[in-house]
């Protein structure tokens, strides 16, 4: 759950006022005494995958993307990467507002970058573990398989013991990435607790009829404020269902998956026909899905392009990426050709928020990785904007450290950009448990 709107700048606050950590106590990175395990099967920079037919990547050289992106990575695990709240337990400083340790997205995207950057962190093993116990320190009420989605900085969960289905989702995810990564067959099953989790998102973090993710697990349906029935556009994650159907054999996330597309292109069309721009929140997804009202769950941004929706563009076209999907092509697409023609091709003119027609956002006049960043990713869909794609990978490569939320969500596109994500179905078994 992103929590940038809802807590103001505290993030950008929190990382220049240092908040305090005082109930973690924090260990040197890698001291303790974790088997490092195998070397990787996925190097970071093998590029052992190419992307989908008609994607392009920034035209620099393969090895320079991949230095630039590695040399970001330890700028990240630098300032966010922390040992503590038990021994052999990680998490990524998120500190939100003060007396935040992290939260569940922040978790999330912390294992998805231990997974993909092991080859260049010899540690990324024994990080990702640390990940693994902390997450299972840290259970929902609903499951012991869903995370409760904040911890205090005394390391203890606050705010109830509700999950947030984005954490849970990339959690999920990186499991499968580890288990492509490291194999299952001795230590931490990867693969049995990715299943795990996957069936316990689908037993409390998606409706009734598998049609949409729900906001968290304590959206039920009996919630008296509608939030039942609303779904958060950023979830709407294509390859990482088409990865758990893959995984799980169950088509109802393939089911999922189709329903995902059907109500971005209803939302595009419908909703944002000039940008195709999607809410931060959307309400009635089956019926007649309409961005949320303001003030529906966080702020007067509920129903615009702001803090949560930045990262649509680079989730979109991740699936189409890696799968070729051409609904998430022709999605990323309608975005990218707005917001390359709007800015004149450039990104510094880019704001950190918009209303679906195109107009920015009260306050939003500021730049920011959390909005520019995305935009790379869908400038790779198609060959058409090649000079925008390097544009944007240039800003992003010279823009100073901001924040928790924004240099994670710049080193998670950086990754794409520099052709190193990848799906766990196209890598082999490293090992069979």
């Known amino acids: 759950m992103s929590l940038a709107r809802r807590l103001g700048l505290a993030s950008l606050l929190c990382n220049s006022l240092a908040c305090s950590d005082s109930g973690a106590s924090d260990d040197e990175i890698g001291s303790d ?4 395990g195998p070397d990787p099967a996925q190097p970071f920079g093998s590029h052992a995958f190419a992307y989908a037919p008609g994607s ?8 320079e993307l991949d230095a630039a992106t590695r040399a970001f990575y330890d700028v990240w695990k ?8 038990g021994s052999g337990r990680y998490y990524v400083a998120a500190n939100t507002e003060p007396g935040n340790l992290t939260v569940s997205e922040a978790h999330g995207y912390g294992m998805l970058i231990a997974a993909i950057m092991a080859g260049h962190d010899p540690d990324a093993k024994i990080i990702f573990d640390g990940f693994y116990r902390y997450f299972r320190d840290h259970p929902s009420a609903a499951s012991p398989d869903l995370m409760a989605w904040y911890q205090a900085s005394s390391c203890a969960d606050d705010q109830g013991q509700d999950s947030a289905s984005d954490g849970d989702l990339d959690i999920a995810f990186a499991l499968l990435l580890a288990d492509k990564q490291w194999g299952s067959c001795a ?4 693969r049995g607790a990715a299943l795990e989790v996957i069936a316990a998102i689908g037993d409390h973090e998606l409706d009734e009829s598998h049609g949409y993710v729900l906001l968290g697990d304590w959206a039920t349906a009996d919630d008296p404020d509608g939030y039942h029935d609303a ?5 709407l994650l294509g390859d990482h269902f088409h990865s758990f159907a893959l995984a799980s054999g169950d088509p109802a996330w393939t089911d999922l998956r189709d329903s995902t597309y059907t109500l971005i292109a209803a939302l595009q069309t419908n909703a944002a026909p000039n940008t195709g721009l999607l809410p931060d929140f ?6 007649a899905p309409m961005p949320a009202p303001a003030d529906f769950l966080e702020d007067v941004s509920d129903g615009s392009y702001a803090y949560n929706a930045c990262r649509d563009p680079w989730r979109i076209a991740t699936d189409f990426l890696v799968s070729g999907d051409p609904r998430a092509q022709a999605a990323a697409l ?3 050709n707005w917001i390359a023609e709007s800015t004149s091709g450039d990104p510094n003119q880019i704001r950190a928020g918009y209303q679906l027609d195109g107009s920015p956002s009260p306050d939003s006049d500021y730049l920011t990785m959390a909005f520019v960043a995305p935009f790379g990713p869908a400038a790779m869909v198609s060959d058409g904007h090649q000079a925008w794609l390097d544009a944007i990978w240039q800003t992003t490569l010279e823009a100073e450290p901001e924040g928790y939320y924004e240099d994670t969500l710049k080193l998670l596109t950086m990754i794409v950009m520099s052709g190193n994500w990848w799906a766990p179905e196209a890598a082999a078994d490293v090992c069979s448990p």
């Not at 630098?78 to 709240?85: D, H, P």
């Not at 230590?187 to 990867?190: A, F, P, R, V, W």
């Open 33 to 36: 005494t974790s088997d490092p």
């Open 56 to 63: 392009v990547l920034p035209s620099r050289p393969a090895d």
């Open 78 to 85: 630098a300032r966010y990467l922390k040992a503590g709240c």
């Open 187 to 190: 230590g931490i099953d990867y």
């Open 231 to 235: 779904t958060r556009s950023s979830d």
């Open 282 to 287: 959307i309400v009635s997804p089956l019926v």
């Open 334 to 336: 309608a975005m990218t």
